[in-house]
DNA sequence: TCGAGTTAGTAAATCGTTACACCACTTCCG
DNA sequence: CGGAAGTGGTGTAACGATTTACTAACTCGA
């Protein structure tokens, strides 16, 4: 098992080590095929396995990825990144795990590091609107794939996208609540400062005024701007949120459209503090349809994003040949997201606001 | 940015490579002082970074280290994930990603692949009891470190351990559930194979023992023997127990002790589906206490595993360079689990059996 | 039979870093 | 004052794979 070399091979099979490496990128019409069948065999018999680090040295790049997350403690980020590595692995790839921690310096450091490292491509999952901060890597030939993030219009010709359509997304949560019949919406987030998620809240917007209500109506809630989210706080963000919507002053939602299902989680949480039930007193859709919307006491309403397809189309973008700066134009994919109706969205319920009141107060 | 290399730097400076290169390896104070501040502000002023693969080539070890979990996309170990990443990089470490997907073929073809990739070492959660399958690699010289998987006595003298104690734990849930007033008590897995679900089942033992009662009596589920299980999985190992537990003929348990929260999870869902409420008509206890235990409705009583000491202590481990085979004896860490009382858990009921029946009959 | 073209393969340079042997010069001590 | 030891470096040969240029040995047509 001690390290066998490329001239071993060679040795074995009776030719020099470039006929061998030959074999190895393809390249065996340069020779007879019996040579080819000796080198064949004695790769087999000695079990050889080229050297990456010698492979990069030589040649620049690893068949390694990076993939940037903001955090895989997130069972969104956790889903996909396994997803991620499957089909890495299908494509004879590896993949370096960061986790950005939604930190914009973290994002271009690692971006820095893996590109010099030698990487073949990078997916990035970012919610940044601008590129800027690693357009010095992308010019120098970086295939850059971004995931969560539609294209924007002054992003690097070579950048590829894949993202669901966000702006639908948006649209499917908030008219599913006004079928049910709810006129008082509120739409619950962490931060609007991202692309995807101003890109949701359009769509939400436009629902609501397609059905003839005004948006300044509606309840908003976007509280912990600057406060960075990771796992755990995606979810304290809704139970904030929940707090803070149902013991104010201010009217109070029937339904709740929050940004992803940690979020929606952390507000039915919330709700539960309070003494109100998810579902009844008020409905709740999640973004993303992670594992554990189904799971849920009750089942949350989510808009599911394809994540095993979205996966693969990064994959395969990542490790394309033909990207790279100046070569061909970047593509942007957008996948349609699909509403998953279960229970935590419900018509709203005909009562008064004092029961709800009532309810608070016996909580307190 | 065009990549600059240690002769550059070294001309910069005015001395040899060589001389850069001890600088770089900590050796200087085989020069004079100004020697070695010319030499940090070239670079410094040049930006230089050692090449990786030139590097890695030459010494044959990269500073990468290897993680092998189950599947990233079950919240306990994107949470570990995630905290391993985080403390790689205070060790100035990259993580290669693998998912094994409890496949012992996939895992030892990962940690093969890895140390001929030349990891630095290999942070391995597995279930196995054997490592047989990857003394090869060990022999060579692999630093391993085990995850979750306490030190067995055939494995070999240079593998470093870092588990939580599962005998307290187990111990710990079900006596919680004794306290509580339950008598009928169900411990549910979904294979009960590996080192750590075994010891968790002892610990159970043990305390329902010492309570005078007797562990035959108590239902146990360990169904789907040969399924592998992820994150989807797991949650449905729970719900099909549940199911099993609870519209068969057997005596009903009044309370459940789950290998891990994703199984009680499911658990629970599983009771929702046949009508029962968790808490009031049935207590359960999880394993991990993974974030999304806190947020359940009602939430979860588990057993906390303290995840960022844990990973904290395999990073040191991984990194180490007095580890690999021949040199100091493994060590074999094993933290103390702590129960985590939530609203999940409480005494039992008093109610005949007819409730029950009659809860599961309208639901069906 | 000559020479151009093809076939099948090789030798050597190279990628960037590091370890080892070595060297010139100074200092110190008996 | 001779030589051993110490100081502050440098030159060179790897590490393993790839690539470019090159060369024998054939083939084939005129």
């Known amino acids: 098992m001690a390290k066998v070399t490329i001239q071993q091979v060679a040795k074995a099979a009776g030719v020099s080590a470039s006929t061998v490496s030959n074999v190895l990128n393809g390249r065996s019409d340069r020779m007879v095929q019996a040579t080819r069948e000796r080198i064949d065999k004695a790769i087999a018999e000695l079990g050889y396995r080229p050297n990456r ?64 490292d030698g990487v073949r491509g990078i997916i990035l999952c970012t919610s940044l609107a601008s590129l800027d901060y690693i357009s010095n890597v992308i010019d120098e030939g970086l ?75 509606m309840p908003m809630w976007t509280g912990f701007e600057t406060l960075p989210f990771g796992d755990v706080e995606a979810a304290e963000v809704g139970r904030k949120a929940a707090h803070d919507l149902f013991t104010g002053d201010a009217a109070r939602p029937t339904a709740v459209v929050a940004i992803n299902d940690m979020t929606a989680l952390g507000f039915c949480r919330g709700l539960r503090d309070l003494g109100l039930k998810v579902g009844e007193d008020v409905s709740i859709i999640g973004f993303d349809d992670i594992v554990l919307a189904d799971l849920y006491d009750p089942p949350l309403t989510s808009i599911r994003q394809p994540i095993k397809r979205m996966a693969t189309l990064a994959m395969e973008e990542a490790v394309s040949q033909d990207g790279g700066a100046g070569s061909e134009v970047g593509r942007s994919v957008l996948l349609r997201p699909q509403l998953v109706v279960r229970e935590s969205t419900r018509p709203p319920k005909a009562r008064n606001e004092h029961e709800v009141a009532n309810a608070v107060e016996g909580a307190r």
């Open 53 to 116: 680090a010698a492979r990069q040295l030589r040649n620049g790049r690893t068949q390694t990825i990076g993939l940037v997350v903001p955090s895989v403690g997130n069972p969104f980020w956790g889903a996909f990144a396994r997803e991620i590595e499957l089909a890495a692995v299908a494509a004879g790839s590896s993949v370096l795990l960061c986790n950005s921690e939604r930190d914009p310096d973290r994002e271009r450091r690692y971006v820095e590091e893996l590109w010099e």
């Open 143 to 217: 295939q850059l794939v971004t995931f969560d993030r539609p294209a924007q219009p002054g992003d690097p010709e070579s950048v590829v996208s894949v993202s669901i359509d966000n702006h639908v997304g948006g649209y499917l949560a908030a008219s599913h609540l006004l079928e049910l019949g709810h006129t008082q919406i509120a739409f619950v987030s962490g931060s609007i400062q991202s692309v995807n998620r101003a890109a949701r809240y359009r769509g939400f917007c436009s629902a609501i005024e397609e059905a003839g209500l005004d948006v300044s109506d």
